[in-house]
């Protein structure tokens, strides 16, 4: 059974820090790059970093650079969003998705920054 699965949110102050995490499980996680998404309140659905299946790939919306780190552990199918300096536009859910073919899709986790 394919599974991705988030976890790691949660509520924090403006300038606080999460680590979002993303454990994959039933199909081949090292052949995928790896993306996550987010969905504020009232807005669409937004990427916010990338990484290759190798990590060798890395790329950040604008929005987030500088304070979001993504990484991944191949070793144990999971993937890691590093989140700093964190602002109450920050908010939303938090998605993981394999990309390839097929897509794969977490069910979200969600972050509320408060001020």
């Known amino acids: 059974q394919v599974q991705l699965v988030e976890s790691g949110g949660g509520l924090v102050h403006s300038g606080g820090s999460l680590r979002l995490s993303c454990a994959a499980s039933g199909f081949t996680f090292n052949n995928y790059a790896v993306r996550w998404h987010r969905q504020g309140p009232g807005k669409e659905r937004e990427l916010v970093a990338t990484?290759?299946?190798?990590?060798?790939?890395?790329y950040y919306a604008d929005f987030v650079k500088g304070r979001f780190t993504i990484s991944r552990d191949n070793a144990k199918n999971n993937v890691y969003l590093q989140m700093s300096s964190l602002k109450p536009e920050d908010t939303g859910v938090y998605y993981c998705?394999?990309?390839?073919?097929?897509?794969?899709w977490g069910q979200g986790t969600q972050v509320t920054v408060s001020l």
């Open positions: 998705n394999a990309k390839g073919e097929p897509d794969y």
């Open positions: 990484i290759s299946a190798s990590g060798t790939y890395i």
